[in-house]
């Protein structure tokens, strides 16, 4: 069983939205990530998101 995430599901949700929208504008999967969370002062990126990893 996945361990509870510390994030809501809908500031999650509106995250992974946020990445697929931004990513053009930066070289990398990874810097899109970081520039969002550090926007979205949730912390880390540990992992890329199921959602976007087929889009």
Known sequence: MARPSRQPLELR???VRR???VRG???TETAAL???AEKRATGKV???P???SSA
């Open 25 to 27: 504008d930066y070289p």
């Open 13 to 15: 949700r509106r995250a």
């Open 34 to 36: 970081q520039s969002v």
């Open 19 to 21: 990445v697929g929208e």
């Open 46 to 48: 540990t992992r890329w």
């Open 50 to 52: 199921a959602a976007l």
